[in-house]
């Protein structure tokens, strides 16, 4: 069973910059996909970056490519999500996730949460 816990939202402005963290423990790590979520008010989960943790690879969606960028510390357990140029529509509770196996971008195909940072972009 995979523990993860989000740190780091708060509240910014427009054009600034967020790191969120995900400390994960518990069950092996060496064949998880884990990704970032967020959720707007009234609007359903959607996906926002992924990785694989034993290669490494990453995928974005078109709304945050190129803003952030999402990385992890083999070491520390820890997945990162760091966030530029932040934009008011950027304001969410964000979420990562894991699941064992090939990258994935759909909340349903993703079986451990964490309970969520809440990040908010004042314009």
């Known amino acids: 069973q995979v523990q993860l816990v989000e740190s780091g939202g708060g509240l910014v402005q427009a054009g600034d910059s967020l790191r969120l963290s995900c400390a994960a423990s518990?069950?092996?790590?060496?064949?998880?996909?884990m990704g970032w979520f967020r959720q707007a008010l009234g609007k359903e989960r959607e996906f926002v970056a992924g990785?694989?943790?034993?290669?490494?690879?990453?995928y974005y969606a078109e709304s945050v490519k190129g803003r952030f960028t999402i990385s992890r510390d083999n070491p520390k357990n820890t997945m990162y999500l760091q966030m530029n140029s932040l934009k008011s529509e950027d304001t969410a509770v964000y979420y990562c996730?894991?699941?064992?196996?090939?990258?994935?971008?759909?909340?349903?195909?993703?079986?451990?949460w964490g309970q969520g940072t809440q990040v908010t972009v004042s314009s």
């Open positions: 996730a894991a699941v064992q196996g090939l990258p994935k971008s759909q909340p349903y195909e993703f079986k451990f």
């Open positions: 990785l694989t943790w034993w290669g490494g690879s990453t």
């Open positions: 518990g069950g092996t790590f060496s064949m998880l996909t």
